[in-house]
């Protein structure tokens, strides 16, 4: 009897059979992902899978099951793969299936995003975006991981592009990551992003330049800043259109278009613009503000010739124990001028230094402190502050001989080094200028600039080898004919030259007589020579401040503002 041996796929009807290709992800595969190939077709077991890329002819890989993984894809794995079944001695293999395209893209990877920024405060809101190249598609899912100061990585409750922590605390201060998911494929995992939050409000300080007090017509700026190295600040600004006030509370909001990038210019001033000023910062949603910044007092003063300040001796720095004085005088015969200062409060001269005679209110003082320092003007008995200048006194054994008032373009500029004990041998001294030396070591202790300009305005100062360096004094230049004192000037020297014509007429008409009444004219001489007076007391303005120190310190300190505000209400 003759056997035939049965093929083992006649043996199960498979001849011709035809398997069928799938993959576990549906479109592209991401680079570094996984990606499962399944051989589908109907067979009893015993049968192995033979896979094919790109080309029937060569095998790719065999398994013993119906699934082939490429781990960690790389874009090299894309292309078009096939597969089919074959067991027994000689292999009988099936049909091929039908080819499937897989399509690799490299991974991408996503950028992290803060708003408003990195450097963050307790109880600011911030938002995590998670942002990934456009890749054409629109079904992310996301992930958000951090990890802590003690490297824990925790995953975070966000699954969506945006990660929104809203009253953010120091216990959120971390790294914090993101990646995207699409079909069960990962994109890379983004570079970490540090958030650090401090505990305290950020500090905002509020400074003036180039000085708090004015003349009408000036320009000044206001400029606000965070003490941080945070960003997206937004600024506010704040008045008080008073001085005897510094309850913030009571502070209005000012409507300063470009205001809002920390700087407020007003590019010239009027009287109204007298008050205390401040600012705060704001940024995020919902709104985070900062606390409000320290005051900053601007004194905005008209001009007015008839009245002039006129200090003895005439520097703006002075040694302690020296005696100083000080005198409104009033041109127009008036009365009710008197001096007035704001050392560490507001105040008048004490009885025992004042002296009033005439249109003349002086203000002496003996014996002078360092606690004298401070801001002194000229104040009528109806509220009106003029020609507010800077006195300094100082407990060291060199100062700047500078003037108090303003210089005028084209006047002569003279700065001496002045020494409380007997000269040094040595007089060869240094001049500064904003911390740079202008002239170096001379035979002598004296500066002269013949022609000043706008452009040697800034803070001076001298420094002696052996006896040390000076405190620091401010050079205001004034532009010529920009005061009203010109206009004085010129309208005196009219009056007088009509006054000398007058008398001339008069001279002539009557030649041969004497009149008595010529004895009693007003001269042209004396008029000029009053004028040249006022010309030389008439005052300006100098910064309210003196190198780093600020009048106004103790409004800004929180301890002594209603100790402030007393004082200065009980001497308005």
Known sequence: MQFWRLHP????????????????????????????????????????????????????????????????????????????????????????????????????????????????????????????????????????????????????????????INNIQQTDSGKYTCRGKIREQYTKMSDSVTLTVSSDKPQTVLSVSPQQWLTEGDSVTLMCEVRSSSTGWTFSWFTVQSLYSVNKDYYQLINSSGGSKGIYTVSSVTVKHTGVYMCRAERGDPVYHTEYSNTQTLWITGVSPSVSLIIRPNRSQHFSSESLSLSCEDHSKSTGWTVRRYTHKLKPCSS????????????TIRSLYTSDTGVYWCQSESGEKLHPVNISVHNVDVILDSPVHPVTEGDPLTLRCLYRYKNPSNLTAEFYKDGSVVQNQTTGDMMIIPTVSKSHEGFYYCKHPERGESPKSWISVRVAGSSSLGLIVGLCLGLSFMFLMFFLVLLWCYKNKKLSRSSSAVSPQQNISQTSDQKQTEDGYTPLQFGDTHLYDCINKADNKDTCAENLATMS
């Open 352 to 363: 025992s230094d004042w002296r009033s005679t005439g249109t003349t209110s002086t203000c």
């Open 9 to 164: 796929a006649v043996a199960i009807g498979a001849s011709g059979s035809k398997p069928k290709l799938r993959s576990d992800t549906e479109g592209s595969v991401l680079t570094d992902n996984t990606v499962t190939l399944k051989c589908h077709i109907d067979l009893s077991t015993g049968w192995k899978f033979y896979w094919y890329k790109n080309t029937q002819n060569t095998e790719k890989m065999t398994t013993e099951t119906n699934s082939y993984t490429i781990n960690s894809v790389k874009v090299s794995d894309g292309g078009q793969y096939w597969c089919r079944a074959g067991r027994g001695e000689p292999d009988y293999y099936t049909d091929y299936s039908d080819g499937l395209w897989i399509n690799v893209k490299e991974s991408p990877k996503p950028v992290v995003c803060v708003d408003p920024d990195k450097q963050l405060f307790r109880g600011e809101t911030v938002t995590l975006r998670c942002d990934i190249q456009d890749t054409g598609d629109t079904e992310w899912t996301y992930s958000w991981t951090v990890k802590k100061t003690n490297n824990r990585n925790i995953i975070t409750q966000c699954n969506t592009q945006e990660c929104k």
